[in-house]
């Protein structure tokens, strides 16, 4: 009977505007929740097969989900450890029982926005116990082959494990002028030394020696020196190898190294222009030129001038601060000036962003609904950048918000007339037997 599907419509209808309400209520709540991804409804008719004569109300139901592709505005904070994803993406994320699993156990879980602060181990977490989760990346930020499409090589983050820090010296470039009249006749003879400091592996500094002494002939010009290297870290002090540099004095090559010897413990690259040795500490390469170019060591009509000498390394430091870039690498930075990549913080993708699975505290899980996970670099394919100092509002719209109240509480008046009206027609069907 027509009427009585019309009774079922406007049931229908109370219960499909009493959910559209819910989720309103919801979004209202959650206007100053970071993160909080706004909720919506869909509704969708439904259709009984009609018979010729009659008609049959189907009603209506509906559908709710999360809009997790939509993005809030972002705002800035203070605190360097506030992250997140300026667009499409979102952080991988564990709760506190992950910590110690292996990952093929552990819960990974997203996360769009999140501020995490160092708990009592070190672990970057947020209040509401999520942990965050990075490839682990080595001494020179190299993060290696890793998968993409699960959490197989993902770690918590822990920048307790590197509250120290101490970065060897494996490479100098040297920047100096050696005097062209002291190889010509009636020089001294007097050898130049040059001390370099450089940092061990455990962050001392210790002290490479450098004697350039002029071969001063009978007549005329030599152009040629021989240099020994000294380590101070040796005991006693340890001479690593000899090298004999002759300098060109041609129109067009004067002053520059014609060839360069080396013996003892000390190799010479042409091709690169560096020299190979090993300190106490370890190898180290140095920068002197190669052959017919002006960088490097020269010999001009000049006085004795190491003007540009430089080094990597630095000596023993103590974590001053953790900072993210846009590229998601969590960087250690130390009271030495150190700067030390611990960690890239990926950014997960979905192909259906809103078919993930909602948690608690504004978390998702992937879904047969969603798609598979995928793990982009930030600022990669379609995902956003990370960003430090940053916290994501929630997406909620209160004028929106409250439109939409006013429109749901008028369908929901009118579909509660509908069951008035019906109500209405059966007893006046019922009085026809009075």
């Known amino acids: 009977m027509s009427i009585s599907s019309s009774l079922n419509a406007g049931v229908m209808g109370l219960g499909v505007n009493s959910a559209r309400l819910s989720t309103i ?6 206007s100053s929740t970071l993160g909080y991804k706004r909720s919506q409804v869909d509704f969708s008719s439904m259709v009984l097969h009609q018979r010729s004569s009659a008609y ?24 360097a450890t506030d992250i997140a994803v300026t667009e499409r993406g979102l952080l991988p994320v564990t709760n506190e029982g992950g910590i110690g699993a292996v990952p093929s ?14 708990d009592q181990n070190g672990y970057l977490r947020t209040q509401s116990g ?3 989760l990075g490839w682990p990346a080595d001494s020179s930020g190299d993060i290696g082959n890793v998968s993409r499409n699960s959490g197989l090589n993902l770690e918590p983050v822990n920048i307790a494990t590197s509250q120290f820090t101490a970065s060897p010296t494996t490479s100098m470039e040297l920047g100096i002028n050696l005097p ?17 400091e450089y940092f061990d592996n455990l962050g001392r500094a210790q002290t490479m020696t450098m004697e350039f002494t002029p071969n001063v002939p009978a007549s005329g010009s030599s152009n040629e020196w021989d240099v020994q290297f000294f380590d101070s870290a040796g005991d006693p002090v340890t001479s690593l190898g000899d090298l004999n540099l002759v300098f ?4 067009s090559n004067g002053g520059r190294i014609a060839s360069a010897t080396a013996s003892g413990g000390v190799s010479y690259d042409a091709a690169t222009g560096k020299l190979s040795m090993t300190l106490e500490h370890g190898p180290i390469d140095v920068f002197i030129g190669r052959p017919d170019d002006s960088a490097g060591i020269t010999q001009l009509a000049g006085p004795y001038s190491p003007t540009a000498v430089t ?3 630095a000596p023993l430091g103590d974590l001053a601060s953790v900072e993210i870039d846009e590229n998601g690498y969590l960087q250690a930075i130390y009271d030495t000036g150190l700067r030390r990549t611990l960690y890239q913080i990926p950014v997960g993708d979905v192909p259906n962003m809103n078919g993930l699975t909602a948690l608690d505290g504004q978390a998702y899980s992937v879904s047969s609904s969603s798609g598979s996970l995928y793990l982009w670099n930030a600022g990669t394919g379609p995902v956003g950048t990370v960003a430090g100092y940053s916290l994501m509002e929630s997406a909620t719209d209160i004028a929106a918000e409250l439109t939409d109240l006013i429109e749901t509480q008028r369908a929901y008046s009118s579909n509660a007339k509908i069951v008035q009206t019906v109500d209405e027609m059966l007893q006046e069907t019922t009085n026809l037997k009075r």
Do not use: H
């Open 180 to 196: 062209a009249d002291a190889t010509t006749t009636g020089g001294s003879g007097e050898p130049y030394s040059l001390p370099i």
């Open 56 to 79: 049959a109300a189907g009603g209506v139901r509906v559908d709710s989900f999360k809009d997790i592709a939509a993005t809030g505005p972002l705002t800035s904070t203070g605190n």
């Open 130 to 132: 999520m942990f965050l």
């Open 25 to 30: 209520s919801d979004n209202i709540a959650n």
């Open 311 to 313: 080094k990597d390394g």
């Open 105 to 118: 156990e552990r819960s990974l879980m997203l996360l769009p926005t999140g501020s995490f602060y160092p």
């Open 248 to 251: 060109d004095d041609t129109a």
